[in-house]
């Protein structure tokens, strides 16, 4: 049997975001879903989500996700047989972006986490397709759910993660960069210069998706993932 897969979805995600991804590699993986909720750094959400996971294990991670997965992959990368990321930025984040991200925790914590959340991932940051008002929905239904103290810590965790760009040269395990053609928030250059750094990548850009394609285009990134995941290991 192939090896478990880790699967950590990205800021105010639960498993509804990668729900797709479950029912599809459900019958031939054991998949366990780890969210990133109970820590305000990327590294602290790293060791809590290896300290879960198993000996060995495939990983995907999703935006903050992707985040957390790096440095999963900088502190235990020999447990690491293979990863997926998909619309992760491995830099620190610009000093403007975190500055209107402060704004938008001010107004989380003034009991307007709903309206924040059309501004942390815009429409615009989404493909134009039938869908978007679906998936914008099903974000905002999620945010709540998680509500505004998940929404806290996972934006100062943002605001502080590290520049992961060793990590990526470091990385020898296979990896799979997916980014939706249509994202504003992690656009699709950015996979790119990941796979210029990592020894092992292989980019997919998909059209008819932006920074959710896990649920904007499930089965594009199921038919990416499903060959990647159960193609056989070399030696490193």
Not at 39 to 47: L, P, R, V
Not at 69 to 86: F, P, S
């Amino acid at each position: 049997m192939s090896e478990p897969v880790v699967l950590i979805p990205g800021l105010m995600c639960d498993a509804r975001c990668v729900l797709p991804q479950i029912l599809a590699l459900g019958s031939d993986f054991a998949v366990q879903i780890i969210l990133p909720t109970q820590s305000q750094t990327i590294e602290q959400m790293s060791e809590a989500a290896l300290a879960v996971a198993p000996r060995q294990f495939a990983l995907i991670g999703q935006g903050l996700g992707g985040i957390v997965a790096l440095d999963m992959i900088r502190r235990a990368g020999e447990r690491i047989t293979r990863v997926a990321l998909i619309a992760a930025d491995p830099l620190p984040e610009d000093p403007r972006i975190a500055a209107a991200r402060e704004t938008r925790m001010v107004a989380a914590r003034a009991g307007r986490l709903a309206h924040v959340m059309a501004d942390e991932v815009p429409e615009s940051s989404l493909a134009d397709t039938p869908d978007r008002a679906m998936v914008t929905a099903l974000l905002r239904e999620m945010a709540l759910d998680l509500g505004e103290g998940v929404f806290l810590r996972q934006s100062r965790a943002m605001q502080r993660r590290p520049d992961q760009q060793k990590t990526l040269r470091r990385a020898t395990m296979p990896t799979l960069l997916i980014a939706g053609a249509a994202d504003r928030l992690v656009p699709p250059r950015r996979a790119a210069f990941m796979a210029s750094l990592m020894p092992r990548a292989t980019t997919v850009i998909l059209d008819g998706a932006g920074h959710l394609p896990t649920i904007e285009a499930p089965d594009a990134v199921n038919a990416a993932l499903q060959p990647f995941l159960t193609a056989p290991l070399l030696l490193r």
